[in-house]
Each structure stands twice: as structure tokens, then as C-alpha cells.
């Protein structure tokens, strides 16, 4: 069975990728310096000249672009190319402010496909596989992603795209499908409705999935793994860098193997914005070595992590990424205290729960006010209300010391949470909409 999609970069020495990273990066800020007058100003008003960056180490003196820049220069003015050389756009699911647009020329998509076509095979996939995705296909980035990653490793694709899952779960059964792609949440959704229509966990053919664009916890994955008797594998991306496929687990599922030969990788302090050593948890920043559309240079992407370099079984060497430990801007502070939504879920899923669950903070007089809505699975419930009321109880004292500070514990009747057939929506904080 093929172990890479392509090993000669997937397992490529670090000197090797450093020597690519070199070459690339020079060419890149020359290119980003003459077509892209934005970051030209960037640099000037920083007193840096593109003969100046000799070497990937050079890339500390770059200034970095947010998501103002981008918000800022919208629709055109990253772009890196002329549009009429540009074969796609994508656009991120954001909801406030203006979305954030990337172009892509065709090199830019197989580029990106490749790097979708590594997380299958990473994930165990061959031509041999039918691969499900019902991540969205549209402005997301998900559907064509995995979809064009599919087409490459020669699997039998299924373009789903997301929601109808009555429909999904009779192309799953009839076709066999083996790979699933989608959401984590739409996946312990579909877990869900396979188990309400009589099927167990061994009736599907499914053998691995491939899930991401949204956090989700260990527990999350242990949950899902056993609803669908699958192989659950986190992917990571985004749109400004490209989309699913920025980095991707492999059977060691042990964090995720970032492609370096595309991507150039650096972890800040979000504060200060200095570079961290590798190993220490800060903000990721990317920046595209060879993207022509959209090449965006030290990229913040807000996501907090961690890097390792330690060996991998799968013979990889391409660095590592945790999960994204939260989001600089999806942390809550509630009543002074730090909170993640990926530690509620922890306690949740760890209690028994279903991954079915919903945030609300608010501000009533002054004082934050934190409620946590779960499903209770239907073997849970009792009519003694005494008992219900220890379980909110028990859950509470878990929250409690999971997080320093306890919410108040609403149990709700199945199915009672809307489900999410993309990004699942956790946490609502009433907070920002008076503000
Ligand atoms: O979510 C791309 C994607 C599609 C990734 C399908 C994986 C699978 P955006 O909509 O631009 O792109 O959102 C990017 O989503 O900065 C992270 O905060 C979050 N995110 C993406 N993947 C993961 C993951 C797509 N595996 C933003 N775990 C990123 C946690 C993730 N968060």
C-alpha cells in the first residue's frame, strides 16, 4: 500500500527542506516586493529591502499582515498576480466585518490539491478508497480541498458537499464509502443518525476520516471514532494560506505534519509578536513560499499552538503542529478568567456526554453570566428529578475544576441543540452584541 503521496518531500531531509525553503522564500519577497504594492509599503516603512532576505532565516525581519490587512486591502490589493491569470476564488466562512477573499491560479490549486492529496494518503487512502466529502463545496474551502485531494490519489470521490444526511448516509451505505470527509461535528452528527436508524458502528464501510476546520478534542475524536468504527485524523488550514491540507496527521495521530516545502511556519508570542523556540505554545504564523495568487507573507493566524520536531513512527519529517489549543480571539474571559470552549467539551465528553452543547455568556448588572447547555443521551434520563439535578450538580464541580469557575449546567432533552452540518457554533456571547 502507498505509505506517502509523495515521499520524497514528505520524508525529505531538513537540510533538504531548508535548501527548498532557501531558494523559495528569496524568489518569493522578490516577486511579493514588485507585484504586490501593499506589502511593498509594508516593507519600505519598515527600512526592509527584498536583497535583504538572503535565506528563510531572514524572514524575522518581514513585517507581519492580520486580517485587518487583509480586510484592508480588500477585494485586490494582496493580490500577486493578474487576476486574469487567476483561475479561482475562495472566501472565508467568517461572519463579521468583510470576508476574507484568496486567488488562486491553477498552479495554486494543484499545489493545494497535492497537499489534500498527502492527508489521504496520510490518513491510509489509496485508489482503491471511496471517499465521502461532505465538507461544503462553494466560497469554503473545504469541499474542493479534499475533493480535488481525492481526485489525485485516484479514489472513487462522492462531491456531497455538506447537509441532506438522509441522503448522505444512503450514499455512505450503498456505495460503501471508506473515507469520510467533513466537520468533526457533522461527523458525530452523522455517528448520531446512523445509530437512530438501527446501524452499529460495523455496518458501514468506512475505515478512516478526515476531520477538521473546526476545533475539536481528544475526546471528541475517541467519541467519534467509536460511533462510525472508524480512524479519526485532524487536517488544518485555512483560506488565506490555501485551505485544508496547511498540515495533516498521519496514522501516528500524534499532532499534525505541516507542509514545509509550501508553507514556512513560525510560533509568536501574540503579544509582543517575537519569535518563540519551537516547542513553546504561541500564535502560528504562515507564510505561502510559493503561491502565486494570494502570497501572503508572516501570516497571523491567531491559532495557539504548539511545534515538534520529534522523530515521527510514519517516517515523516516534516514539523508538527498540536491542535490548535484555542484561538487568541476564541478564548472567553468570563468573570476574569481565561475559558476555552475545548475544556468544556473535555469535561463533557469525558462525563459521558455527546459533544451536543452550547456557550452562552452574557453581562446582566455587571456581572458575567455563563451557561452551559448539554444534551443529556437518552440512557441518562431519569424521572426522579433528584437525580437529574446531581448530574448538573457532578457536572458542575467538573467544570468547576477544570476551569476555576463554575456555569450554570442546563441538562436538555435530545436533540434539543441544533446540529451543525458544517462549523458548529459553541459558544454565543451576548457580551459583544451590546457592545
Ligand atoms: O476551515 C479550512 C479547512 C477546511 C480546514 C476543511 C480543514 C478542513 P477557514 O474557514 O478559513 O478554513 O478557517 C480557518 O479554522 O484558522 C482555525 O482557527 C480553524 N481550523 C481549521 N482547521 C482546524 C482544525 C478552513 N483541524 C480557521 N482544528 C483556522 C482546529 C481548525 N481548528
Redesign the pocket.
Request: glycine share 8%; aromatic share 8%.
Given at each position: 500500500m502507498r505509505k506517502y503521496y509523495q515521499p520524497e518531500i514528505e520524508t525529505a531531509s531538513r537540510e533538504d527542506i531548508i535548501k527548498i525553503q532557501n531558494e523559495k522564500i528569496v524568489k518569493q519577497v522578490q516577486h511579493v516586493y514588485d507585484c504586490v504594492p501593499y506589502y511593498r509599503n509594508l516593507m519600505d516603512q519598515k527600512g526592509v529591502r527584498p536583497e535583504d532576505i538572503r535565506s528563510i532565516e531572514d524572514i524575522k525581519k518581514l513585517p507581519f499582515l492580520t486580517k485587518d490587512d487583509l480586510r484592508d486591502s480588500y477585494p485586490h490589493g494582496l493580490l500577486g498576480t493578474d487576476l486574469k491569470n487567476c483561475v479561482r476564488i475562495h472566501s472565508?466562512?467568517g461572519t463579521t466585518g468583510k470576508r476574507v477573499v484568496a486567488f488562486y491560479t491553477q498552479k495554486d490549486v494543484d499545489m493545494w490539491e497535492e497537499c489534500c492529496a498527502r492527508a489521504i494518503v496520510a490518513a491510509g487512502g489509496t485508489d482503491e478508497d471511496i471517499c465521502q466529502v461532505c465538507?461544503g463545496y462553494g466560497l469554503?474551502?473545504?469541499g474542493f480541498?479534499?475533493h480535488g485531494g481525492s481526485h489525485k490519489v485516484g479514489c472513487l470521490t462522492l462531491p456531497m458537499s455538506s447537509g441532506n444526511t438522509d441522503r448522505q448516509i444512503q450514499f455512505m451505505m450503498d456505495m460503501g464509502a471508506t473515507i469520510l470527509c467533513c466537520t468533526p461535528s457533522y461527523a458525530a452528527y452523522i455517528g448520531e443518525s446512523l445509530a437512530e436508524r438501527g446501524y452499529k458502528p460495523e455496518d458501514n464501510k468506512l475505515k478512516a476520516g478526515i476531520f477538521?476546520?473546526?476545533?475539536?478534542t481528544e475526546e471528541m475524536r475517541r467519541s467519534i471514532e467509536k460511533s462510525l468504527g472508524i480512524k479519526a485524523y485532524?487536517?488544518?488550514?485555512?483560506?488565506?494560506i490555501s485551505?485544508?491540507g496547511v498540515a495533516y496527521e498521519c496514522q501516528a495521530q500524534k499532532g499534525?505534519h505541516i507542509n514545509e516545502d509550501h508553507f514556512y511556519v513560525e510560533v509568536i508570542n501574540p503579544e509582543t509578536g517575537e519569535v518563540l523556540p519551537e516547542g513553546e505554545k504561541g500564535e502560528l504564523v504562515f507564510t505561502s513560499l510559493d503561491k502565486e495568487g494570494f502570497p501572503l507573507l508572516r501570516y497571523r493566524?491567531?491559532?495557539i499552538c504548539i511545534l515538534s520536531r520529534d522523530k515521527c513512527p510514519c517516517g515523516r519529517t516534516h514539523v508538527r503542529m498540536t491542535?490548535?489549543l484555542g484561538?487568541s480571539d476564541d478564548m472567553m474571559v468570563i468573570r476574569g478568567v481565561n475559558v476555552f470552549p475545548s475544556q468544556i467539551e473535555t469535561v463533557l465528553l469525558n462525563a459521558g456526554y455527546t459533544p451536543n452543547y452550547q456557550i452562552v455568556v452574557d453581562r446582566v448588572n455587571n456581572t458575567d453570566t455563563f451557561d452551559v447547555y448539554i444534551e443529556f443521551p437518552k440512557e441518562m434520563f431519569s424521572d426522579k428529578i433528584s437525580e437529574m439535578q446531581k448530574r448538573e450538580q457532578d457536572l458542575k464541580t467538573a467544570m468547576k475544576s477544570m476551569l476555576g469557575i463554575s456555569p450554570r449546567i442546563h441538562l436538555m432533552a435530545p436533540k434539543t441543540i441544533q446540529r451543525s452540518e458544517g462549523?458548529a457554533v459553541r459558544v454565543i456571547d451576548k457580551r459583544k452584541l451590546h457592545e
Amino acid at each position: 500500500m502507498r505509505k506517502y503521496y509523495q515521499p520524497e518531500i514528505e520524508t525529505a531531509s531538513r537540510e533538504d527542506i531548508i535548501k527548498i525553503q532557501n531558494e523559495k522564500i528569496v524568489k518569493q519577497v522578490q516577486h511579493v516586493y514588485d507585484c504586490v504594492p501593499y506589502y511593498r509599503n509594508l516593507m519600505d516603512q519598515k527600512g526592509v529591502r527584498p536583497e535583504d532576505i538572503r535565506s528563510i532565516e531572514d524572514i524575522k525581519k518581514l513585517p507581519f499582515l492580520t486580517k485587518d490587512d487583509l480586510r484592508d486591502s480588500y477585494p485586490h490589493g494582496l493580490l500577486g498576480t493578474d487576476l486574469k491569470n487567476c483561475v479561482r476564488i475562495h472566501s472565508t466562512s467568517g461572519t463579521t466585518g468583510k470576508r476574507v477573499v484568496a486567488f488562486y491560479t491553477q498552479k495554486d490549486v494543484d499545489m493545494w490539491e497535492e497537499c489534500c492529496a498527502r492527508a489521504i494518503v496520510a490518513a491510509g487512502g489509496t485508489d482503491e478508497d471511496i471517499c465521502q466529502v461532505c465538507y461544503g463545496y462553494g466560497l469554503f474551502t473545504g469541499g474542493f480541498g479534499l475533493h480535488g485531494g481525492s481526485h489525485k490519489v485516484g479514489c472513487l470521490t462522492l462531491p456531497m458537499s455538506s447537509g441532506n444526511t438522509d441522503r448522505q448516509i444512503q450514499f455512505m451505505m450503498d456505495m460503501g464509502a471508506t473515507i469520510l470527509c467533513c466537520t468533526p461535528s457533522y461527523a458525530a452528527y452523522i455517528g448520531e443518525s446512523l445509530a437512530e436508524r438501527g446501524y452499529k458502528p460495523e455496518d458501514n464501510k468506512l475505515k478512516a476520516g478526515i476531520f477538521g476546520a473546526e476545533p475539536w478534542t481528544e475526546e471528541m475524536r475517541r467519541s467519534i471514532e467509536k460511533s462510525l468504527g472508524i480512524k479519526a485524523y485532524d487536517i488544518y488550514g485555512l483560506t488565506e494560506i490555501s485551505g485544508p491540507g496547511v498540515a495533516y496527521e498521519c496514522q501516528a495521530q500524534k499532532g499534525m505534519h505541516i507542509n514545509e516545502d509550501h508553507f514556512y511556519v513560525e510560533v509568536i508570542n501574540p503579544e509582543t509578536g517575537e519569535v518563540l523556540p519551537e516547542g513553546e505554545k504561541g500564535e502560528l504564523v504562515f507564510t505561502s513560499l510559493d503561491k502565486e495568487g494570494f502570497p501572503l507573507l508572516r501570516y497571523r493566524t491567531k491559532d495557539i499552538c504548539i511545534l515538534s520536531r520529534d522523530k515521527c513512527p510514519c517516517g515523516r519529517t516534516h514539523v508538527r503542529m498540536t491542535k490548535p489549543l484555542g484561538r487568541s480571539d476564541d478564548m472567553m474571559v468570563i468573570r476574569g478568567v481565561n475559558v476555552f470552549p475545548s475544556q468544556i467539551e473535555t469535561v463533557l465528553l469525558n462525563a459521558g456526554y455527546t459533544p451536543n452543547y452550547q456557550i452562552v455568556v452574557d453581562r446582566v448588572n455587571n456581572t458575567d453570566t455563563f451557561d452551559v447547555y448539554i444534551e443529556f443521551p437518552k440512557e441518562m434520563f431519569s424521572d426522579k428529578i433528584s437525580e437529574m439535578q446531581k448530574r448538573e450538580q457532578d457536572l458542575k464541580t467538573a467544570m468547576k475544576s477544570m476551569l476555576g469557575i463554575s456555569p450554570r449546567i442546563h441538562l436538555m432533552a435530545p436533540k434539543t441543540i441544533q446540529r451543525s452540518e458544517g462549523k458548529a457554533v459553541r459558544v454565543i456571547d451576548k457580551r459583544k452584541l451590546h457592545e
